[in-house]
């Protein structure tokens, strides 16, 4: 029982990802490569946070396939993917601190990221390194 919770917990953690990293490559994409309506709603975007989370989106999909066929190293990845948006908030805050344009919004895409990925490495982690640990 406990491992087909385990299981669903898991497909549900990918699903998540994958779609998170589809979404991110859709949105990002848009403002980068097409001159049109996704680029001027963009407003005052700031490229380093955009191209980041961008490449981060490849990565939030290869994790995501990771996680549904429980591969330990989704762990790591997803520990890596958390770190990196927790420091590229923190440039973010720097940029906004040293009087760079900005869009409100995105401290607020910022904060879900680093949610959505800070549960997803900590829930991974949980479910695929804590909990086969504690079986044994």
């Given at each position: 029982m ?32 097409i ?9 005052n ?26 591969k330990?190293w989704a ?21 906004i601190?040293a ?20 549960f ?17």
């Amino acid at each position: 029982m406990k491992n087909s919770k385990k299981c669903i917990g898991l497909k549900i953690i990918a699903t998540i990802a994958i779609l998170f990293g589809l979404l991110t490559l859709k949105s990002g994409g848009e403002v980068l490569f097409i001159d049109g309506a996704g680029r001027a709603a963009a407003g005052n975007y700031v490229p380093f946070v955009l191209w980041t989370n961008f490449l981060l989106g490849f990565a939030y999909i290869i994790a995501g396939i990771g996680i549904w066929l429980q591969k330990p190293w989704a762990v790591t990845l997803a520990i890596i993917i958390a770190t990196i948006t927790f420091i590229l908030f923190i440039a973010l805050g720097l940029h906004i601190n040293a009087g760079g344009s900005f869009e409100p919004r995105t401290i607020k895409a910022m904060v879900l990221r680093l949610g959505v990925w800070t549960f997803i490495a900590i829930a991974t982690y949980i479910r695929l390194i804590r909990h086969d640990y504690a079986i044994k």
